[in-house]
């Protein structure tokens, strides 16, 4: 199983629709959380950690499931420029950080 | 300006040579990071290096290397023993192990 697994899409969606997706983790004892924005060819860039009580910034709401073991993003608003592959990041308890091939999330207008 | 640059963007390297890639950061940090990312993967650990002169194995170290001379620097050497080199290689640094990590622009490196 792998550590960090997440639904590949893609979401396609209308601009200003609702978007969620999840990302499940394998080990119990992850410490940190975080999702990453990646656009076509470019680098990984934070978009937001995620806490244990949940937090959002803007359009954007992260949540953490420690029981089931995932955490998710949630877009409001969706606007074009969303449209990128989301990584989901997951630190375990030695600072070693696991990737998610990502989510790709694709707004229309 | 503040950050973590790469170079060259694209490679093109030949099968049985040794290619070196760059990684330079001004942002003081003391860690820094090289991975790798394949289509439909996520990203995977090369190597670490948390101070200068010190560094370590990632989960897919064989057929790199690299090292640690400067605070700054840290140049990854993709050699021929790698038996998939093509891939998109990111470096990133961070204050220390356990902060947030910040991605240079990343090299494409095509073996042909």
């Known amino acids: 199983r792998k550590e960090v697994e997440q639904d590949p899409g893609p979401f396609n969606v209308p601009e200003g629709a609702t978007v969620a997706f999840n990302c499940t983790y394998s080990n119990s004892a992850s410490q940190s959380f975080f999702w990453y924005r990646q656009d076509c060819r470019k680098e990984p860039k934070l978009l937001m950690s995620v806490y244990s009580s949940g937090n959002e910034d803007g359009r954007f709401t992260a949540q953490l499931n420690r029981a089931s073991q995932y955490i998710s993003l949630l877009i409001r608003d969706s606007k074009l420029s969303d449209s990128a592959t989301y990584l989901c990041?997951?630190?375990?308890?030695?600072?070693?950080?696991?990737f998610g091939a990502g989510t790709t999330v694709t707004v229309r207008a | 300006d503040g950050g973590i640059t790469q170079s060259p963007k694209y490679l093109f390297r030949k099968e049985g040579q040794n290619v070196t890639l760059s990684c330079e950061q001004n942002l003081n940090h003391d860690a820094m990071y090289w991975y790798r990312q394949d289509p439909g993967q996520g990203l995977r650990l090369i190597y670490y290096s948390q101070i200068v002169n010190d560094f370590q194995k990632g989960d897919i170290a064989e057929g790199y290397s690299v090292s640690r001379e400067k605070k700054e620097s840290f140049p990854l050497t993709v050699t021929s023993a790698q038996k998939n080199p093509t891939a998109f290689y990111l470096c990133?640094?961070?204050?220390?192990?356990?902060?947030?990590?910040?991605f240079g622009p990343g090299t494409r490196l095509t073996v042909l």
């Open positions: 990041v997951v630190v375990n308890n030695d600072y070693k950080l696991s």
């Open positions: 990133a640094s961070s204050i220390e192990r356990s902060a947030t990590q910040y």
